[in-house]
């Protein structure tokens, strides 16, 4: 008669053990359930990411293909390039429910969409002007530097700006060394050396070893400076900070060669730069009148403006472009890509540049 309490007990223990046992055999098996559901899930977001990925592409490889359409039928019909064509006109957010597949049923709302704009690139004023072949060009420098000062910043860091480019840049070939080491000369050379107190010539040229911006211009130097290829390079220059690029950005661009100003897409500030003796406000005015009617030519222009344009300004000035950058923003449902693009246009011949994602 006392075994049985014992035995009841342990009766009772062994069930509570199995009902714990039970307990964690079920949760195990939800968690991998759950696991195995999280992974699928995984998966399917991934595959459903890069599939929207490739459907961006694309969008944006025929929105550029569209583009290039664009500038080379204004080349055709057109002889000069104002913000009065097709192609400045900016395309708004626009649905491509009927050329995306976005997963969504007929009864959903799409949120596919395409959206960009055609700007002229030769607006803005290009770092490219700044240097060639390695030589700094003090007129460049000088316009820069009042492009600095009319968008109120230092205007003393042009002078390292162009010495920065100019280290980028390849330099021609002077001849073997001579004896000691030093660049071979020719007697002619020599002769007009002498006598002289200074070996520079006068010019609006200058030969980036001769910069007093305190960088390291030596020829012979063995760092070689990556080439400048965007407006964000210039942060490699002491003295520029990533609030002065953003506003540098809608007036100074980097393209391979060097260019004139379009007057007819250029902003107030970058053609008081690029003339003399004109203040922002006395551009301002050409815009103004430029917007009313834009110029057809050279000639022209300097007859409207008579008092304030020289004859040396034809060196400076175009009508035409030849470059162009492209923006484009594709969203498609929860994922967004936007590119950035720079188009060459040389005749009937469009070609791309580069092309940068983000």
């Known amino acids: 008669m006392t075994m049985l309490p014992d035995v009841v007990f342990n009766l009772r223990r062994q069930a509570g053990v199995a ?8 949760t195990l098996a939800i968690t991998i359930v759950a696991s195995l559901f999280w992974q699928q899930q995984v998966q399917v977001r991934s595959i459903e990411n890069q599939r ?12 550029l293909d569209w583009a290039a359409l664009i500038l080379r039928e204004d080349e055709r019909t057109s002889k000069v390039d104002h913000l009065g064509e097709p192609w400045a006109v900016n395309l708004g957010d626009t649905r491509l429910d009927q050329y ?34 390695g030589v700094v060009n003090l007129r460049e420098q000088a316009v820069f530097a009042k492009l600095l000062s009319n968008l109120r910043m230092d205007a003393s860091l042009a002078q390292q700006v162009a010495a920065q480019i100019a280290l980028t840049q390849e330099r021609p070939f002077t001849g073997p060394p001579g004896p000691g080491g030093s660049t071979g000369t020719t ?33 012979g130097s063995e760092v070689q400076f990556l080439r400048f290829s965007q407006i964000d390079d210039l942060l490699a220059v002491p003295g520029f900070s990533p609030e002065m690029l953003i506003r540098l950005k809608n007036f100074v661009t980097v393209l391979p ?22 203040s922002v406000s006395d551009a301002a005015l050409m815009i103004a009148a430029r917007d009313r009617a834009y110029f057809l030519d050279f000639e022209r222009f300097k007859l409207q403006f008579s008092d304030k344009v020289s004859e040396s ?10 470059f162009f950058v492209i923006n484009g923003r594709v969203k498609l449902n929860r994922s967004l890509l936007e ?16 092309i940068k994602e983000s």
């Open 19 to 26: 009902v714990v046992t039970a307990l964690l055999l079920t």
């Open 52 to 63: 929207y990925q490739l459907q961006k592409k694309w969008v944006l490889r025929g929105a």
């Open 100 to 133: 995306v597949e976005n997963g969504k049923t007929d009864v959903e709302d799409s949120e596919a969409t395409l959206s960009g704009q055609i700007s002229d690139a030769q607006a803005k004023f290009n770092l490219s002007n700044l240097a060639k072949n």
């Open 187 to 219: 007697d002619t050379d020599k002769g007009s050396d002498k006598g002289s107190g200074s070996t520079s010539k006068p010019g609006s040229e200058t030969p980036v070893g001769e910069s007093s911006s305190g960088l390291s211009t030596s020829s």
């Open 257 to 278: 060669v060097e260019t004139k100003i379009n007057v007819n897409t250029t902003s107030p500030e970058v053609l008081s730069a690029r003339l003399e003796n004109v």
């Open 313 to 322: 300004a034809r060196d400076v000035l175009d009508f035409r472009t030849k």
């Open 339 to 354: 590119v950035n693009a720079l188009f060459e246009r040389d005749g009937q011949r469009v070609q791309v540049l580069w």
